[in-house]
């Protein structure tokens, strides 16, 4: 095998928690996300809605080590629960469509501050809108 070929393979094997630079880049887009609930006034809802469970402070936490795992790195969330069931996660939680659109918009603002990539920000927010659908639980 060239070196080309090689390369090329391992790009295409890459995971998500690669291609946005591993643990620091989870915890760089954490951060941010977080920044952006706690100071944007249109997350407003959504940091309430933090509030009302563990904190924003826990939430940056467990999104961390959550999101290293569902990111292909290591299952941190998994090690320290036993489990990564998003919707169990979120049980206790009433998400409707107007707090999962807050939530995605907010993400995406998070992507953008970091100036990702198009092709990693549309794997990304595919992934995360995908899982953000099924765990709406209340009507409007």
Same mark, same amino acid.
């Given at each position: 095998?060239?070196?080309?070929?090689?390369? $090329?393979?391992?790009? $295409?094997?890459?995971?998500?928690?690669?291609?946005?630079?591993?643990?620091?880049?989870?915890?760089?887009?954490?951060?941010?996300?977080?920044?952006?609930?706690?100071?944007?006034?249109?997350?407003?809802?959504?940091?309430?809605?933090?509030?009302?469970?563990?904190?924003?402070?826990?939430?940056?936490?467990?999104?961390?080590?959550?999101?290293?795992?569902?990111?292909?790195?290591?299952?941190?969330?998994?090690?320290?629960?036993?489990?990564?069931?998003?919707?169990?996660?979120?049980?206790?939680?009433?998400?409707?469509?107007?707090?999962?659109?807050?939530?995605?918009?907010?993400?995406?603002?998070?992507?953008?501050?970091?100036?990702?990539?198009?092709?990693?920000?549309?794997?990304?927010?595919?992934?995360?809108?995908?899982?953000?659908?099924?765990?709406?639980?209340?009507?409007?």
């Amino acid at each position: 095998m060239t070196q080309h070929q090689a390369s $090329t393979n391992d790009s $295409t094997h890459q995971t998500l928690y690669d291609l946005i630079g591993g643990e620091a880049g989870v915890k760089n887009l954490v951060e941010v996300f977080y920044d952006i609930i706690e100071i944007q006034p249109e997350a407003h809802k959504l940091h309430l809605l933090h509030l009302r469970g563990n904190g924003i402070a826990h939430a940056r936490v467990e999104q961390f080590n959550f999101l290293c795992g569902f990111l292909g790195g290591p299952k941190l969330y998994v090690e320290k629960h036993g489990h990564s069931n998003i919707r169990t996660m979120h049980d206790y939680i009433e998400i409707n469509t107007e707090s999962k659109d807050i939530w995605l918009q907010c993400m995406t603002l998070a992507i953008d501050t970091m100036n990702m990539e198009a092709s990693v920000k549309n794997k990304l927010m595919n992934h995360f809108t995908s899982v953000a659908e099924r765990l709406v639980n209340q009507a409007e």
